[in-house]
């Protein structure tokens, strides 16, 4: 077998089923390799090593005696750091949390309990998933693992450069304008923003009460929905929580892309936000590998990118501060000052600007659902372009991504590696689909991702094994097109 820390959550599942691959020796593994070489990325803010082996052995006794769970059963994850875990610290990378230690866990982290997975430890965010790659803080800014001197993109950092540099085998993020795709795009790997309400928020430190969407990290889209299967499940206590019914996440057999009906969302990389050229050809590769599964494609035109970015903003802002208000009155020496100033610009909304927004957000739903009449997925670049330098926050925050439409529509989204650029920076292609069908969202990011090699190679580290995913898969050039 090759590096256990390089199989995907599927290939583990089966071994572990099989009593071939102990849940025991791949948790160590995973310590072992954070160990090593997390110092190179800060992506765990605490590692949980005794807690980690304890559930490690627990699921093997469990497996040993036939009483096998499921598929997370013995899967060694890790949770971005405003996930609240009961006795252990949630700090959403804050001085101002420093010593919050929640008397609960988060639905989600007890359903992911509940199905067996082993959690290693706290993954890096952004202060409060808002304040950037700051160096004010308690803890250090994660780093990219393809070029530790690059930004692995917010705020699910950590989560997003673990989960590329084989540091766990999935990871939980969240997504308010794009935080679970933007370090998935960046990292080069698979990461969902599920539609609004179907993965319970509560006990997920908030930041904007009604874009705010919790969400798998994994390597392939067929791990999200592993991890999906389990987090999909209504929540009374959340007032967001959905109830569609049962969706079932299973992979389909290679058809994915027969029939299915693709709308380009052209003009938002082409004139709203062009895109950089690699990252167009990235996209035209992506449309082709579609269109030769039997896929049709055509272009489509949403509301310009520019109203979703800035109604996005008119609504997370004042939601941010409403939460924040207290702690930036009385303590305001307790946050650094990326989350600080962008939190308070939330106290100079109107009231009324925040009700016309909402007002603006239904119009755009529904102007949303009249295109997806006539295709099945969206499709556009995540960002604009690849991986930055670290500490460049300022002077991005006028770029506008292609993420934020999504949270404004309440559409699932995911993004996944569409190859890397010719200096092996990966790209990223992003499918949205309409409510509740994250389920074909997943298997059209899985059968893009199987009908091309990218998954075939990972970022290499200082003093890590070779960087090839898959014991059987070869290296693939890090070019577009490949």
Same mark, same amino acid.
């Given at each position: 077998m090759s590096n256990p820390c390089f199989l995907t959550i599927a290939e583990a599942s089966r071994l572990i089923r099989a009593r071939r691959l102990s849940p025991v020796e791949l948790t160590n593994a995973y310590l072992? =390799?954070?160990a090593a070489l997390d110092g190179q990325l800060n992506s765990y803010i605490l590692v949980l090593r005794e807690q980690a082996l304890a559930g490690a052995r627990e699921a093997e006794a469990e497996i040993m005696a036939g009483r096998w769970k499921g598929p997370l059963h013995g899967i060694p994850i890790a949770l971005k750091d405003i996930y609240e875990t009961a006795g252990i610290p949630t700090t959403g990378h804050s001085a101002l949390f420093r010593d919050h230690v929640p008397a609960e866990d988060a639905t989600t982290v007890r359903l992911l309990?509940?199905?067996? &997975?082993?959690? /290693?430890?706290?993954? %890096?965010?952004?202060?409060?998933a808002i304040g950037g790659p700051s160096f004010d803080l308690p803890w250090p800014p994660a780093r990219n693992?393809? !070029?530790?001197? /690059? !930004?692995?993109?917010?705020?699910?950092?950590?989560?997003?450069?673990? &989960?590329?540099?084989g540091l766990c085998m999935g990871a939980m993020g969240?997504?308010?304008?794009? @935080?679970? +795709?933007?370090? @998935?795009?960046?990292?080069?790997?698979?990461?969902?923003?599920?539609?609004y309400g179907l993965v319970s928020r509560r006990g997920v430190l908030p930041l904007s009460f009604t874009l705010d969407h919790a969400g798998p990290m994994c390597w392939t889209s067929e791990d999200c929905a592993l991890m999906m299967q389990t987090?999909? %499940?209504?929540?009374?206590?959340?007032?967001?929580?959905?109830?569609?019914?049962?969706?079932?996440?299973?992979? %389909?057999?290679?058809?994915?892309?027969?029939?299915?009906?693709?709308?380009?969302?052209?003009?938002?990389?082409?004139? !709203?936000a062009p895109a950089e050229p690699e990252v167009c050809a990235a996209l035209e590769n992506a449309l082709t590998v579609m269109r030769e599964g039997g896929a049709t494609v055509r272009d489509v035109t949403l509301a310009p990118l520019d109203l979703y970015y800035d109604l996005c903003g008119l609504i997370m802002?004042?939601?941010?501060?409403?939460?924040?208000? =207290?702690? /930036?009155?009385?303590?305001?020496?307790?946050?650094?000052?990326?989350?600080?100033q962008r939190i308070s610009a939330g106290a100079l909304i109107k009231g009324s600007d925040y009700v016309n927004a909402l007002r603006l957000r239904a119009k755009l739903v529904a102007q949303a659902a009249e295109v997806m009449r006539e295709v099945d997925v969206l499709v556009t670049p995540t960002r604009h372009g690849p991986p930055e330098p670290l500490g460049q926050f300022d002077t991005i925050l006028g770029r506008r991504f292609y993420t934020r439409p999504f949270n404004v529509l309440g559409l699932p989204a995911l993004s996944v590696c569409s190859g890397?650029?010719?200096?092996?920076?990966?790209?990223?292609?992003?499918?949205?689909? +309409?409510?509740?069908?994250?389920?074909?969202? /997943? =298997?059209?990011? !899985?059968?893009f991702e199987k009908a091309t090699s990218y998954r075939a190679i990972r970022p290499a580290l200082?003093?890590?094994?070779?960087a090839f995913a898959g014991g059987e898969a070869g290296p693939v050039p890090a070019t577009v097109g490949s």
């Open positions: 072992d =390799r954070i309990r509940e199905a067996g &997975v082993v959690v /290693l430890g706290k993954t %890096a965010t952004w202060e409060f693992p393809w !070029d530790t001197a /690059l !930004d692995p993109a917010g705020s699910s950092s950590g989560s997003g450069a673990a &989960v590329a540099a969240s997504d308010t304008g794009g @935080s679970i +795709r933007s370090p @998935s795009a960046w990292n080069g790997i698979a990461g969902l923003k599920p539609t987090l999909a %499940a209504y929540d009374p206590l959340d007032p967001g929580s959905a109830d569609p019914g049962p969706i079932d996440f299973t992979m %389909a057999s290679g058809k994915a892309l027969a029939g299915l009906r693709v709308g380009v969302v052209r003009h938002f990389f082409e004139k !709203d802002s004042p939601e941010a501060y409403a939460i924040h208000e =207290r702690g /930036l009155t009385e303590t305001p020496e307790l946050y650094g000052a990326l989350a600080r890397f650029t010719g200096a092996g920076l990966p790209l990223s292609l992003q499918i949205a689909g +309409r409510p509740f069908e994250d389920a074909l969202v /997943l =298997r059209v990011g !899985d059968a200082k003093g890590a094994a070779p």
